[in-house]
């Protein structure tokens, strides 16, 4: 059975809000630096672009079978985006991803983010989480590692590394 609807969840430093078409405007400067892109293709989005690809992903999945949850997060207290979470589900398993902007960076934000919405999907009953992560993109790798994901080997029809979490380390994430 899929997870509920996307929860508004918590951690010590950041809010993950549930996305809508109203965010795009902010998250347009978050996304704005191309490096963002140097492993995943595309470019920075304009707002447009953006209002459109929230609506869609707001919409849901046009798969019966396949559930979006995607959040923006916010600094705690500043009410400042910073980037997003997101995961595909195919119950009994979801495919995850993280975004920080480039001035945010460094500073936990994604380890922290990716661990509570890891925690959130495994407490909704998913059994397996994935992640699917540039052999290159020693950042993403390092949050991979850090929330619990071990690389298995194998590259997705992309040429991305799967990850899986075998080990889910909450140390960081409040309820």
């Given amino acids: 059975m899929p997870p509920p609807a996307t929860p508004l969840l918590t951690t010590g430093r950041l809010i993950l809000s549930p ?25 920075p989005p304009n707002v447009h672009q953006l ?9 849901g999945s046009p798969s019966n079978d396949q559930v979006w949850h995607n959040w923006i997060l916010r600094l ?7 980037g997003f ?16 902007g480039t001035d945010w960076q460094g500073w936990g934000l994604a ?10 999907l ?7 989480l ?4 540039h052999p290159d993109h020693v950042a993403s790798q390092h949050v991979a590692k850090a929330v619990g994901f071990t690389s298995t080997g194998e590259f997705d029809a992309d040429g991305e590394v799967v990850w899986e ?9 409040s309820r």
């Fill in 130 to 133: 994935f992640a699917h992560i």
């Fill in 111 to 120: 380890s922290e983010a990716a661990r509570a919405m890891c925690r959130w």
């Fill in 51 to 59: 209002e459109a690809r929230y609506r869609a992903q707001v919409a």
């Fill in 85 to 100: 979470v997101q995961a595909t589900v195919t119950a009994p398993q979801a495919n995850v991803a993280w975004v920080i």
């Fill in 76 to 82: 705690s207290g500043e009410d400042v985006a910073v």
């Fill in 122 to 128: 495994l407490d909704s009953g998913l059994e397996e």
């Fill in 165 to 173: 979490m075998t080990q889910p380390l909450w140390s960081s994430v």
């Fill in 19 to 43: 996305i809508g078409p109203d965010d795009a405007l902010e998250m347009v400067g978050v996304l704005a630096d191309p490096s963002l892109y140097a492993f995943t293709g595309g470019h």
